[in-house]
């Protein structure tokens, strides 16, 4: 039986070729130069590059983390290409115009570029190793206000939002790689909701790395005006290279007063073969601040690729009676590393938190929740609970939990509940013996362990992410 | 009474199995023609809960002699989940609680896997609904037990109930019942045996496993076999069940 799931869990990756585009790359290697010459590529203004040069030189001061319970060798920034773009990269009057090959890379990837042929109601930005290639409904959207165009678009369009708001969640020196990201950010998503507007359609951003050198560095920032709402869904895939690729993003929420933003990720990133060589380095920070009173962000992730994932999307509440909730799905295998969770800090007064985390190991891999829930001086009667579970599939994977609960407010009530179950053979038998074979028992088990997260995705992505982990996990019980 | 031309459904010849090295099954021979029910006694190790077991095809046992033809078919050639779709049914001596997977979507997914492998159409959930509804009655169960987890949080009668109850979907041709009285109080008894009677035709048979008489006063054996050892070594009728009550089992040699 566990050769049927070890067959079931080793499915090759489906996303994993290259594209053969030709691209417009800078050499390897960091220092102001690449900065100043990404800077110039884009065209910015000079506000922009001061800030890239400012958090280019605090990053200089920096070491990386260490404390994430995951090993790697250390990663040579110097070896790496900072800039890459598919060419020519003339501006594109409409879609008709995006080089074909492009339009067929993302046709495989099921990407909806074509608006004829979109999937029901959902606007995408493409981002192409590091540029956005193109954006769909952005007219349709602008009816109603919603600006949702590429980060560099954005920069020309509309300078005094992007100023207003870059740095204002996630600081340039938050962390390692949050400075170097704010040092060599190429592009991402810009989403602005305006006061009042229920945004007619799901965004979304969709992420791929084409070229083997490149390490990936977009931001998204979205902004929600008072009594506005947004769900937004992000996707991203990654070809199959031996080498390690690094994906230091920065995502940046802002709600204000009775706002509410629904954030929903399918990280599905090359995770390396099944001897745990090459695949992505997925070290992203993810931010949202709930600024107004009654705000709402709500982050749900499924974490399925990625060679290392480190990534806590984080709720800030300031707001009074503001609510955060982080719904999430980490999956890993063969030799796959997760250190994830999420930071809820309540600073306004009857602010909400909600964790529920659902952690899935097989093979050798290693899958850490950590999370910490922190209760201001000021926060009255703040609330949280959070849910852990832990699956195991075989005996040679891991799973960790490491909770971090610090309380100033004593209004507060903060609870915790966590739970390790393993799939093992009495059970996988017990599947069989009513005729129902490995392949659809591990599925049933994991949707069933995971329904509380998925129930909170958007239709197709809870469809996705049901068919994925089960492609990642058929045969991995033993 | 049943006929000997009665059609064989189950032949055991000489069948051995070990689990971790070690030989428990030695040498086992039993046929099993339809409409008959077989009982399977004996003293605890005796071998019965493994002999259930490694004709439901439990992984961990590892099969070292001898055949079992199930109808017409070699059956330990199949996996598991063939052997279900071939008519064999085990229904556990401890039930798996199965969490987040509720009883129903599992009572479904098992019905339409087979019913698929047979030929069939599948049922959606509203089909299902009905169908289920109508089977929980054979073993009175009630229909908030659908959409609770698989076994999870289940007294022990109502685990052995919802074993039933599965044995009702999928309409075995071989039932195996693997200590089903063990745990259930004399009302959970009734119920469960009283389902199995009703789930009975001529063209099915079963195979009680159990260490009690008690059942056989709900369920009447057409056989029973007093195993020891890993074999069988005395086979009569339901009064040789009778007659173990009363003198235990240090009298019967082989």
Redesign the interface.
Known sequence: ?SSTLDALINRPYEYGFVTDIESDALPKGLNEDVIRLISKKKNEPDWLLEFRLAAYRHWLTLTPPEWANITHPKVDFQDMVYYSAPKPRKKLASMDEVDPELLRTFEKLGVPMSERKALANVAVDVIFDSVSVATTYKDKLAEVGVIFCSFSEAVKEHPELIKKYLGSVVPTADNFYAALNSAVFTDGSFCYIPKGCRCPMDLSTYFRINNGESGQFERTLIVAEEGSYVSYLEGCTAPRFDTNQLHAAVVELVAMDNAEIKYSTVQNWYAGDENGVGGIYNFVTKRGLCKGINSKISWTQVETGSAITWKYPSCVLIGDNSIGEFYSVALTNHHQQADTGTKMIHIGKNTRSRIVSKGISAGQSNNSYRGLVKVGANAADARNYSQCDSMLIGATCGANTFPYIEVHNSSAKVEHEAST?RIG???M?????????AE?AVS??I?????EVFNHLPMEFAVEATQLLGLKLEGSVG | MISSSSKIILEVRNLSASVAGVGILKGINLTVRAGEVHAIMGPNGSGKSTFSKVLAGHPSYTVTGGEVIFQGKNLLELPPEERAHAGVFLAFQYPIEIPGVSNSAFLRLAYNTLHTRRGGEDLDPLEFNDYIREKSKIVEMDPSFLDRNVNEGFSGGEKKRNEILQMAVLDPTLAILDETDSGLDIDALRIVASGVNRLMTPNNAVIMVTHYQRLLNYITPDFVHVMRGGQIIKTGGKELALELETRGYDWVHA
Do not use: H, W
């Not at chain 1, 949707?447 to 329904?451: A, D, I, L, T, V």
């Open positions: 039986m179950s053979e009495d059970q038998f017990y599947f069989a013996s009513r005729g129902i074979g659809e049933m088990i949707n069933g362990f995971c329904k």
